[in-house]
């Protein structure tokens, strides 16, 4: 998934909050960059000045959530990935507060919101193989609304060995779990079907 990249100033001394854009992060992406640039109006000496994360959803993963400045540089740079069960097309937000030597210089609030999948995806299960449950995810495009989308299993002569799902879906990121408990090991399918998009993928059940 492309990255995407945002650029925020954030005024030392100043903790006043002001309006922002919402900003769209692709959904899934990995490597999205918030960069807060610090204005050194006041000519405050920005070193050993933190920045830290305090508030963000559970669905984004920071690889830091503190940044100490030092006198060369002015920027702070966070990291950080979306996942599967991001909430979609909805506003979350993320706080940062600047200190110094504990006293309060600054906070900054910014608001993303996760965009829907772009395209259909049918993922490998996790575990493979597996015994006897495994999950298969799949991905139902923002441009499809109210699909009529089919999961099937089908053994390795190509019977249909049970139905997951066979109903309307919205956009969005789906996780189903199979139990092949009453099943024998071997080499199973599982087939993705919603209008035009039909994919296959292999698993395995091994007892």
Not at 10 to 36: D, M, R, T
């Amino acid at each position: 998934m492309k990255a995407q990249i945002i650029i925020l100033a954030v005024i030392v001394l100043s903790s006043s909050l002001f309006a922002q854009s919402i900003y769209e992060i692709p959904f899934a992406s990995k490597g999205n960059i918030i960069e807060l640039e610090i204005g050194n109006d006041t000519r405050t000496n920005i070193e050993n000045i933190l920045i830290k994360l305090e508030e963000f959803p559970e669905w984004v993963n920071f690889n830091i959530k503190d940044v100490v400045l030092a006198n060369n540089r002015e920027t702070a740079k966070f990291v950080f990935d979306i996942t599967e069960d991001a909430k979609q097309d909805e506003a979350s937000s993320l706080q940062f507060t600047l200190t110094k030597n504990g006293q309060l210089l600054g906070e900054k609030r910014i608001q993303i919101k996760v965009l829907p999948p772009k395209e259909y995806k049918l993922f490998q299960n996790y575990p493979n193989p597996f015994n006897p449950s495994t999950i298969i995810r799949y991905s139902i495009p923002q441009n499809e609304k109210d699909v009529t989308v089919k999961l099937i299993i089908f053994d390795i002569l190509g019977r249909e060995v049970r139905t997951l799902v066979n109903q309307k879906q919205q956009p969005g990121n789906y996780k189903v779990e199979f139990n092949a408990t009453n099943l024998s090991s071997g080499t199973y399918f599982y087939r993705l079907i919603s209008g035009d998009f039909s994919k296959t993928m292999k698993f395995i059940l091994l007892k």
